[in-house]
C-alpha cells in the first residue's frame, strides 16, 4: 500500500461492509483499503482471510500492510474491546469506534436502560428479569401486547414483540431455559410495548459530546410483508423519512443523543464513533429510545453511505481525535432519495449462519445497472466466475432517485432480477410514504 496516503483495513463480510469499502475506495485520502475476511463484491486481492476477533491477528495484518486507520464494521468487535486493544498495543494505528466501556451502549440493554434512567432520556417502562418467575410476574402485571429482549448481542435478532400471552410465555421460556439466544439470553429486559412509528437517526460522535447526525433511515425488521414474522437482521431501509421533520429531528438530538453522549462522558466513557438510536416516535409525538447501536445498522448503512457527499475517511478520522468534529466541515449529503430491497435465502433468519445451499445466481450486472447498488452480504464468487447464495442475506439492492418513489422503483426493479432458488425479499419496502 502506498505509504504516502491512509492505508484503511475494514473488518467484517456484509452489506454494510461491503458499502464501507466502496465509500473508502474513492476517497482521495485513502492509499489502500483492505477488508476482512470481505465478501463477493470486493476483489480477490483486498480481501484477506483471518479470524477478525483474533485481535493480534488483526494487529500483524495492519502492520504488514501499513494500516493507519481500523474500521470495525460488526458491534461484537468493539464489545469485545479491539479499540482498548489498539489504544494499548498500537496508539499509532486508529480504530474507529468507542472502547468497551462505551460500547455497552450495545452489548448490554440493561445498561443502556439504566443510563436512560438515571440521566433522564426518554425511553418505554422497563423491568430487567434473570428467572421465569420474575418474567412471568412483569407478564402477568402488564399484560400484551409486549416487547421481551435478550440482553446481549444477539446479531438484531434477540427481540419479540408478543402479541399474546402464549407468544410471550414462549419467548422468556426459549431464552432463560432452552438458551435460544445463548449467554445473551440470560438477563432479559422486558418493555412495555409503546406503538407508533420507528426511525433510526445516526450521529458521528467524537468524543466531547458532539454529533452530527446523518438523515434519518426508517429501516424493515420483521421477515415479510406487512410486518409480520421474526425480527431479522434487516430487510431494507429507506432514506430519508419524511415523517420525521426538522423539529423532531433537533429533539432527537437534544433530547436522547447528546443526552446518552453526555451521560457517557460523566460516566468515564466519553463516546467516539457511531451512535445508533433506534427512536419510537408515540402518537402524541414523543421520541422514546429503543435501542442503542455502536456502528453503522445493515441495511442503513449502505442506504445513508450511498448518499454521502462528504469523504467518509476525512469524517472518521475527526471522530477518532477528541473534539475533531469540530475541526472539519460538517458531512454533505446528495439530496436524493435512496431505498434499499434485502434478498434473503430462506429459510432466513432461522438459519442466518449456515443455512446456505450455494445457489447459483443470476442478475447481478444487470440489478446493479437498473438500480444503481448491489451490495453483497453472503453472495460470492466461485472459481469459475459465477455467483453463489452463501445463506441468509445474500445482497442488498439500493436504488436512487429524485425521491423515495423513484428510488423505490429502481431498487425493486433491481430485484426483480435476481434469479436463485430459495430466495425472496419483502415486497413492501417504502410503501407509501
Not at 470486493?42 to 486507520?69: H, K, T, W, Y
Not at 419524511?242 to 438530538?253: K, Y
Not at 464513533?273 to 442503542?292: C, N, Q
Request: glycine share 12%.
Amino acid at each position: 500500500m502506498p505509504t504516502e496516503k491512509l492505508g484503511v483495513l475494514v473488518l467484517g463480510s456484509g452489506g454494510r461492509e461491503h458499502a464501507l469499502f466502496q465509500e473508502f475506495y474513492k476517497s482521495p485520502l485513502v492509499g489502500g483499503v483492505l477488508v476482512a475476511p470481505g465478501n463477493g463484491g470486493i476483489p480477490q486481492c483486498l480481501r484477506c482471510s483471518i479470524d477478525i476477533m483474533d485481535f493480534a491477528a488483526v494487529l500483524e495484518l495492519a502492520r504488514r500492510e501499513g494500516i493507519g486507520l481500523i474500521v470495525p464494521g460488526p458491534e461484537a468487535l468493539l464489545c469485545a474491546g479491539i479499540v482498548d486493544y489498539f489504544a494499548k498495543h498500537a496508539p499509532d494505528i486508529k480504530v474507529f469506534g468507542p472502547n468497551m466501556a462505551a460500547a455497552k451502549v450495545e452489548g448490554s440493554k440493561a445498561f443502556l436502560k439504566r443510563i436512560c434512567t438515571a440521566y433522564d432520556i426518554s425511553t418505554p417502562d422497563y423491568r430487567v428479569v434473570h428467572t421465569i418467575y420474575d418474567a412471568s410476574n412483569v407478564l402477568h402485571n402488564w399484560g400484551v401486547p409486549i416487547v421481551i429482549k435478550a440482553d446481549g448481542l444477539s446479531s438484531g435478532k434477540g427481540v419479540v414483540v408478543a402479541k399474546t400471552e402464549s407468544e410471550a410465555e414462549e419467548a422468556i421460556y426459549k431464552a432463560l431455559t432452552n438458551n435460544a439466544f445463548g449467554h445473551a439470553g440470560h438477563t432479559l429486559v422486558i418493555e412495555r410495548f409503546v406503538p407508533g412509528r420507528e426511525v433510526s437517526v445516526m450521529a458521528f460522535c467524537d468524543g466531547k459530546g458532539r454529533a452530527v447526525l446523518m438523515p434519518p433511515v426508517r429501516d424493515y425488521k420483521k421477515a415479510y410483508d406487512g410486518d409480520e414474522g421474526p425480527n431479522t437482521g434487516g430487510m431494507g431501509a429507506v432514506c430519508p423519512v419524511p415523517d420525521v421533520g426538522t423539529a423532531l429531528l433537533e429533539r432527537i438530538r437534544v433530547e436522547i443523543i447528546e443526552r446518552l453522549l453526555d451521560a457517557m462522558c460523566f460516566e468515564g466513557s466519553p463516546y467516539q464513533g457511531v451512535l445508533y438510536a433506534g427512536i419510537m416516535v408515540t402518537p402524541e409525538g414523543e421520541p422514546k429510545l429503543l435501542e442503542g447501536n455502536v456502528r453503522f445498522g445493515d441495511p442503513e448503512g449502505q442506504v445513508l453511505l450511498s448518499r454521502l457527499k462528504s469523504d467518509l475517511a476525512e469524517i472518521m478520522l475527526a471522530c477518532c481525535e477528541p473534539g475533531g468534529l469540530s475541526k472539519i466541515e460538517a458531512p454533505r449529503w446528495s439530496d436524493n432519495a435512496t431505498v434499499g430491497v434485502v434478498v434473503v435465502e430462506e429459510p432466513y433468519p432461522q438459519a442466518a449462519n449456515g443455512g446456505a445451499s450455494f445457489e447459483k445466481i443470476n442478475g447481478i450486472p444487470a440489478a446493479r445497472a437498473a438500480a444503481g447498488n448491489v451490495f453483497f452480504g453472503s453472495a460470492f464468487k466461485s472459481s469459475d466466475g459465477t455467483y453463489l447464495s452463501g445463506g441468509g442475506r445474500v445482497v442488498t439492492i439500493v436504488g436512487e432517485g429524485k425521491d423515495i418513489a423513484e428510488a423505490r422503483e429502481r431498487a425493486y426493479a433491481g430485484a426483480s432480477l435476481i434469479e436463485c432458488v430459495g430466495t425472496r425479499y419483502r415486497t413492501d419496502i417504502a410503501e407509501n410514504m
